[in-house]
Nanobody, 118 residues
Framework: QVQLVESGGGLVQAGGSRRLSCAAS????????MGWYRQAPGKERELVAT???????TCADSVKGRFTISRDNAKNTVYLEMRDLKPEDTALYYC????????????WGQGTQVTVSA
């Protein structure tokens, strides 16, 4: 059974930094990418950043230059380094693993809350 466990959330002042981690356990077949999404109150879940098995990354325009995604394949862990945090970054951050075996399938963590105070 696949389990994704996020950590690193918390309260931070605007301009501060935070590092999120997500450890994947269990056997994940045909994983093609890991990533982070976030959902603020009253808003839809949105993509923050993804990283493929080969290390190619994408990120939302709103976080470019401030957030960096990375992964440790040996540890099955993905990280999100967040700098210059803004109040609008406040959200529940979800870890995601995307697999493909004829169809796409997503695995999700429970989420870790990041709150940025002004």
């Amino acid at each position: 059974q696949v389990q994704l466990v996020e950590s690193g959330g918390g309260l931070v002042q605007a301009g501060g930094s935070r590092r999120l981690s997500c450890a994947a356990s269990g056997t994940i077949f045909n994983s093609i990418a890991m990533g982070w999404y976030r959902q603020a109150p009253g808003k839809e879940r949105e993509l923050v950043a993804t990283i493929t098995n080969g290390g190619s990354t994408t990120c939302a325009d709103s976080v470019k230059g401030r957030f960096t995604i990375s992964r440790d394949n040996a540890k099955n862990t993905v990280y999100l380094e967040m700098r210059d945090l803004k109040p609008e970054d406040t959200a529940l951050y979800y870890c995601n693993v995307k697999t493909f075996l004829g169809v796409f399938r997503d695995y999700w963590g429970q989420g870790t809350q990041v709150t940025v105070s002004a």
